[in-house]
């Protein structure tokens, strides 16, 4: 019995050696974790966003970017304008800017949460950018549309919303053939109301004055005048009186 139950067993242990590593081969790894989103990344493999990338790196806004998609539950939502749109805007429009005001544009583009495009077509305007409140303007932007179309207006420009170069939470990325301008800096400005006319001294003062002291003091030539009549008038009444006695005596 014994002779029978050995060699069972023996074969039993190098059944489970030979399957078992083969098993074990066949477990899937666990995924480890997603890496940081390379936003840049994303614009320069469409290759027409350079200028726009040029911008987000020097105004370091594609740092504020990347450190706000690693932090924020809300997402992010960003406009890229091409290359052929900052190509169209008048020559000196940009280099005109501050530097806190080109950090401002850039900023404009950028929405602090994630939409959609069907999302962005239910949104109460205007819609809060990432530059509102810098110097104290609202920046905000307006989305009408319906069905697929979305168009974005700055309230200086208006553009419709053509590609989405990517629509997953964390982060959209919307393709714009216009750069947004923002109305808190490109808009009209209201006419400088012009200053007070300078104070000078008033003529008619002087002639009220003048006037003044004329009334107040005696003419003394219409005095003297007065006097001469009296005396002239006296010497007549006098003649008459002689001649009137002479004649009744």
Known sequence: ??????????????????????????????????????????????????????????????????????????????????????????????????TQQQVAVVLYHVLPKYYTLTSLLTVSNPVRTQATGQDGGAYGLNFTGSGNQVNVSSGVVETQINNALRQQFPLAVYQVDKVLLPNDLFGAKAPASAPPPAKTPSSSGSSNETATKAASSPDHSDAGSIKSNAGFMGLVFGMMGLLFIGIFS
Not at 21 to 50: E, R, S, V, W, Y
Not at 88 to 98: C, D, E, H, I, M
């Open 1 to 98: 019995m014994a002779a029978l139950i050995l060699p069972t067993l023996t074969a039993a242990f190098s059944f489970l050696l030979v399957f078992t590593p083969h098993t074990q081969a066949q477990t899937a790894p666990a995924p480890g974790p997603a890496g940081p989103l390379n936003f840049t990344g994303i614009l320069d493999k469409n290759g027409q966003f350079t200028t726009f990338i040029r911008l987000l790196i020097q105004t370091q806004v594609a740092s504020q970017i990347t450190n706000q998609l690693n932090s924020s539950t809300e997402g992010l939502t960003v406009f890229a304008p091409t290359d052929n749109a900052f190509t169209s805007l008048k020559a000196g429009t940009l280099n005109s800017l501050t």
